[in-house]
């Protein structure tokens, strides 16, 4: 089994808005994003409308990147992820399961019209400057 490092999981618990980028034809683009962390699942959960550029590309190309950031200017202090991954629409237990942690976080969420989305880490960089300038903790999928 391939563990996720505990610094990696506290990181991304710690946070709440991933940017997201998806790329259709060689055009990147990106968008923001509240997410909840189903950590069994090693997933990001979050909501977003059919009808945004995002998740227009993701029903296109549904492999994604992005990156949860703290946002600091203090060198020694800074802190993000760098993530890959698969994004898709949940179904079932999984959809149950997202989104009753999603709603959990943010229940102004019922009062939006938009669709579940969960994105698949399949590889994730954590640089850490409180480690030591430059420290990379990487974690990879098993293929």
Not at 28 to 39: D, E, I, Q, V
Not at 102 to 123: I, N
Request: some cysteine; charged content about 20%; proline content about 3%.
């Amino acid at each position: 089994m391939n563990i996720i490092p505990k610094k990696i999981i506290d990181f991304i618990s710690e946070h709440h808005v991933l940017t997201l980028a998806t790329s259709v034809n060689n055009i990147p683009y990106c968008a923001n994003c509240f997410y909840t962390y189903l950590k069994d699942e090693n997933m990001f959960v979050f909501t977003s409308d059919n009808e945004t550029k995002h998740v227009q590309d993701a029903l296109q190309n549904n492999i994604v990147a992005g990156s949860v950031v703290l946002e600091t200017s203090v060198v020694g202090k800074i802190q993000g992820i760098q993530f890959q991954g698969k994004m898709f629409l949940p179904k079932n237990n999984l959809k149950v399961i997202a989104n009753k942690q999603y709603m959990k976080k943010y229940p102004f969420a019922k009062l939006m019209k938009t669709q579940l989305w969960c994105l698949e880490l399949s590889f994730i960089k954590l640089t850490d400057n409180r480690l030591g300038f430059g420290k990379k903790l990487i974690w990879e999928k098993e293929k």
